[in-house]
């Protein structure tokens, strides 16, 4: 009789578990978000005169099922890109239990505040304390209906619980989809460097989230980040200081005006900005990619899904600005990325999907 041994290979049973284990996380989170939109919904409709609900697209069985299996093959990629070892593992179980617990009530105490705003169409509303000179115009919105928009240490704290709220837990996952072909590219054009010669700059950083997977991932890189909102750099130096190794240099700036040298970085990133830019900013970002990226050098970007990728998606798309203040979605979804990234001078520009977001991989030749 053939022993078990030579059936089952050694790594099968930890692996599944590991697995298993994984799955059973991203579900949990995934039913945790659906009940809060769906709690946030109903409590809307019943709050707000019925004057002031704004009408949304329903979405039909068939895109439900369709999005599922997005989901699921999002998760597949993830578990296989870190047992492949692009990152590691430990990236796919961090938890935001300890800030789930500290703000979600907070995100309820948000809400109300939504409530009282939205019937005044008041979206550019900032607190007197808020210090809102030197920004640009664009900037100065209260999106996803934050009261102060970016500019407080309230929507610092809250922003990372909300995003992944609204991406019913996946936003992070999706986050590290930048991870593989930024790994790939730096790999084959810049193998002759040492890895901390390698410098790698995350444009609008926010709390540092991305640069945290990059410090996962390239744990010897020099790091940098850049963002317009102090009260995001505040909670992303706290949020970093607590992994090893060398800190991110972060810095406040604009993304249209970076304030770096010509050439100077092997790696630009950017995740989720481009759909909160007019159309006339998202080229200058492009192009002061381009200007501070070394030959070779790569610029990855990731946001939504858009138009031309998934037009039977369009009743979603055309539901996220309705139900979030997002004055330039719009715009985006039907914006063509990869013509400005030619326009800029980058080449070799490769476009993948996962779930309801897009990314550009592009080379500065």
């Known amino acids: 009789m053939a022993s078990t041994s030579n059936l089952v290979p050694q790594l099968a049973i930890p692996d599944l578990f590991g697995k298993l284990a994984y799955q059973t996380f991203q579900q949990t989170k995934n039913a945790l978000s659906l009940a809060h939109k769906m709690t946030a919904s109903r409590l809307t409709e019943w709050v707000l005169p019925e004057a002031w609900h704004q009408p949304l697209q329903e979405l039909s069985p068939e895109l439900l099922s369709t999005l599922k299996q997005m989901n699921d093959d999002l998760m597949e990629r993830d578990w296989e890109d870190a047992q492949q070892g692009v990152y590691p593992q430990s990236l796919l179980f961090e938890s935001q239990w300890d800030d789930f617990l500290r703000y979600?009530?907070?995100?309820?105490?948000?809400?109300?505040?939504?409530?009282q705003r939205l019937p005044q169409k008041n979206y550019q509303h900032f607190d007197p304390e808020i210090e809102t000179q030197g920004y640009p115009k664009y900037y100065l919105q209260n999106f996803h209906h934050q009261p102060n928009g970016y500019l407080s240490d309230r929507s610092a704290e809250l922003y990372d619980l909300q995003v992944e709220l609204l991406f019913n837990g996946c936003a992070n996952a999706m986050r590290r989809r930048i991870l593989a072909p930024l790994k790939s590219e730096l790999t084959a054009n810049f193998a002759h460097l040492l890895p901390q010669q390698i410098r790698v700059l995350d444009v609008a950083c926010g709390t540092g989230y991305t640069l945290r997977a990059l410090r996962a991932t390239l744990p010897k890189a020099s790091l940098f980040g850049l963002d317009l909102s102090p009260a995001y750099l505040r909670r992303a130096n706290q949020l970093l200081s607590q992994f090893p190794g060398e800190l991110?240099?972060?810095?406040?700036?604009?993304?249209?005006?970076?304030?770096?040298?010509?050439?100077?970085?092997?790696?630009?990133?950017?995740?989720?900005?481009?759909?909160e830019l007019p159309g006339k900013i998202r080229q200058q970002v492009i192009e002061e990619a381009f200007r501070v990226l070394?030959?070779?050098?790569?610029?990855?970007?990731?946001?939504?899904?858009?138009?031309?990728?998934?037009?039977d998606f369009t009743p979603m798309m055309e539901n996220f600005p309705t139900l979030y203040h997002e004055p330039y979605y719009r715009h985006y979804i039907h914006d063509d990325l990869q013509l400005r990234l030619e326009q800029a001078g980058f080449t070799d520009i490769r476009i993948e999907n996962h779930l309801v977001s897009k990314y550009w991989i592009a080379r500065r030749g």
């Not at 979600?104 to 409530?115: F, R, S």
């Not at 050098?297 to 037009?311: H, K, N, W, Y």
């Open 104 to 115: 979600y009530p907070q995100v309820w105490l948000e809400m109300g505040k939504v409530w």
């Open 294 to 311: 070394k030959p070779n050098g790569v610029f990855i970007i990731c946001d939504s899904m858009q138009a031309v990728d998934r037009p």
């Open 248 to 275: 991110p240099q972060l810095v406040q700036g604009k993304g249209e005006e970076l304030p770096y040298l010509d050439q100077y970085f092997h790696a630009v990133t950017s995740v989720f900005l481009f759909h």
